[in-house]
């Protein structure tokens, strides 16, 4: 797989030579233009799981952006709220995740969401702790971490 991404970076790399040009915008379209070529020829060289993989990191992103929206929204309702009833809490997430980048993707997508506050990593990389504005279920915020973030960058990277 990171064979591919990288003769897809080296094909967006000869773009910017053939068009002279190495501005950023036209190195993503470079980048474009060399996913459509692999894509064309995705059969004949074995890309197919590469596009696969493509689809799921566009997905995570998606996921991602989604929560964002959604998490900031939730924020905004409980600042905004006359009487603030808050459950705050820290809880500790059991990691399926064991790899160092994804533990760190993970975390940062925590992060990034509003209400929600990556703290630690337990010694053993089995224990992420997470402090959240409001959590009235931890259970139920542990499985939607799990079934949403943890799920897909498992999906995206393994």
Not at 80 to 106: H, N, S, W
Request: glycine share 8%; hydrophobic share 50%; proline share 4%.
């Amino acid at each position: 797989m990171t064979g591919l991404f990288l003769i897809n970076i080296l094909m967006a790399l000869a773009w910017g030579a053939v068009s002279g040009n190495f501005s950023v915008i036209n190195l993503v379209f470079g980048f474009v233009l060399g996913t459509g070529a692999l894509f064309l020829i995705r059969e004949q060289v074995g890309t197919g799981a590469y596009f696969h993989r493509y689809g799921q990191a566009v997905s995570l992103a998606l996921m991602f952006i989604y929560e964002l929206v959604m998490s900031a929204w939730r924020v905004a309702t409980i600042v905004l709220r006359p009487k603030i009833e808050l459950q705050p809490g820290i809880i500790a997430f059991p990691l399926t995740v064991d790899r160092d980048f994804e533990i760190t993707m993970l975390a940062s997508l925590i992060t990034l969401t509003p209400g929600t506050l990556s703290v630690d990593v337990s010694e053993d990389r089995k224990t992420l702790y997470v402090h959240c504005i409001d959590v009235p279920d931890p259970d139920e915020t542990i499985a939607d971490i799990k079934n949403g973030f943890e799920r897909k960058i498992l999906e995206v990277f393994r």
